[in-house]
């Protein structure tokens, strides 16, 4: 499998994907919003983009669907329940199928709502396993909820999908957030010596050539997958009056989600 990370640099921060089959060059993208700079990757490998793949609905993440299509004439791929929102959509995705790429590459589909209640990932059948997470888990952080999510599912999705993935599985995020969650994280965990080394190396970093993190280092790094730490759980404590002696996970997420949706 050939993966090409595509920063597009715009307001939104956002990544592109192309990922490819070295035996057929048939490729797929996914959130293709810069649809000529995928052309351009596509062509600079020799690849064909034969399918195009939305994690969501939102505008960032469709809007290149239409000439990226028109151009390659590929195949577009979304959710079962983003088809009213997406327009165009010819093959309707749920949890636990594969898209196949090419002769070689298998890609199963996770159900993964929060960000919106229609967003999928992406995970390969190879080894190291490759998360494409769209916008629900970024490097060091997790996605909102404000246009058509619920944190609560996020909650679920990062509790029984997310963290059961296994710890070698490399992240490859809809967007380039992972400063700002890095220093949300140290906001939260003042001590968490991971964060902090790795914000030293990723605060001036190329994003051209981004860091690519594991499941296990966001074990490390991501305050939404450090829901039992004592320090966290203490700061929100601290800093929110109504929060409870004895929280749950759940507590514990959704204040976070929330004090993150204004810092």
Request: hydrophobic residues 35%.
């Amino acid at each position: 499998m050939l993966i090409e990370q595509i920063w597009t640099n715009n307001p939104w921060r956002n990544f592109n994907y192309l990922i490819a089959c070295p035996k057929s060059k048939q490729a797929l993208a996914i959130d293709p919003l810069n649809y000529q700079q995928c052309l351009d990757v596509a062509k600079s490998h020799g690849w064909t983009i034969t399918k195009v793949l939305n994690t969501h609905e939102h505008h960032d993440h469709i809007e290149g669907n239409k000439p990226l299509i028109e151009e390659t004439e590929a195949t577009l791929l979304a959710h079962q329940a983003a088809q009213d929102v997406i327009s165009g959509v010819d093959v309707a995705l749920k949890g636990g199928e594969v898209v196949e790429v090419g002769e070689t590459v298998q890609l199963r589909v996770l159900d993964t709502p929060g960000h919106t209640m229609s967003h999928i990932c992406l995970l390969s059948k190879t080894q190291p396993p490759v998360l494409f997470s769209g916008d629900t888990l970024f490097n060091a952080g997790a996605g909102n909820c404000h246009s058509g999510g619920h944190p609560e599912a996020l909650f679920t999705t990062f509790s029984m999908v997310l963290s059961k993935l296994p710890d070698d599985t490399q992240v490859y995020p809809g967007h380039d957030y992972i400063v700002n969650n890095l220093q949300f994280t140290l906001d939260r965990e003042p001590s968490n010596k991971a964060a902090s080394s790795l914000l030293e190396q990723v605060i001036k970093q190329d994003t051209n050539n981004p860091a690519v993190t594991t499941i296990g280092l966001e074990k490390q790094i991501n305050c939404f997958l450090r829901l039992n730490n004592p320090e966290i759980i203490n700061n929100l404590k601290n800093t929110m009056p109504d929060f409870p002696d004895k929280p749950c996970e759940k507590d514990i997420f959704i204040a976070l989600r929330t004090l993150r949706n204004n810092w």
